[in-house]
């Protein structure tokens, strides 16, 4: 075994979980993950632009209300990750996890995430950010740290999970 592949070999073996079920896989690398979230925010980003240009010039056409373009807004930053979640995110790989080699499972059992895809896609692109703000403003302030819970979703690196089956 090559120098290289033996390195390849032990950060898989460092990262090796099991599922809800029993099964392994590799869990993604912190900057695979993150790498994955920044292209998905991105794409957030250019999706809630090109709504607030159509948004604007809808505007100058029909002259909508400052009440109505207020909630349009709102509507389109929840509206467009629901729609990308939907739309790309069905079997865990939006954009950002082709590009990272990820996949985004349930750990139960390492399935596709299937309906819940929107919201999961809803939560990694809204209420992530608002969570990392959250945090440090409760580091700062003297508070805890992260809070408890279950882990509902897993990244999972895709190539060494396959070359673990």
């Known amino acids: ?12 073996d460092k990262r090796l979980k099991t599922f809800g079920n ?3 896989y590799v869990e993604a690398g912190f900057w695979r993950t993150f790498l994955a979230w920044l292209v998905d925010i991105a794409v957030f980003l250019l999706g809630a632009g090109a709504g607030v240009v ?3 010039v809808a ?5 909508l209300g400052d009440g109505a373009l207020v909630l349009c807004v709102v ?3 929840v509206l467009v990750p629901l ?4 739309l790309c995110y069905r079997d865990g790989r939006a954009l950002g996890a082709v590009l990272a080699g990820t996949r985004l499972v349930r750990f139960a059992d390492g399935g596709r995430l299937g309906a819940k895809a929107p919201w999961a896609m809803l939560i990694r692109t809204i209420f992530l950010p608002l969570l990392v703000f959250a945090l440090i403003a409760s580091v700062f302030g003297g508070g805890g740290g992260a809070p408890g819970g279950s882990t509902i ?3 999972v690196d895709v190539r060494a999970t396959a070359r673990l089956r």
């Open 22 to 24: 029993g099964s392994y």
């Open 54 to 56: 159509v948004l604007a």
């Open 83 to 86: 729609l990308y979640g939907g």
């Open 1 to 12: 075994m090559t120098v290289q592949a033996e390195q390849v070999r032990r950060t898989a």
């Open 75 to 77: 509507g389109l930053l």
């Open 153 to 155: 979703r897993v990244s």
């Open 59 to 63: 505007d100058r056409t029909a002259n």
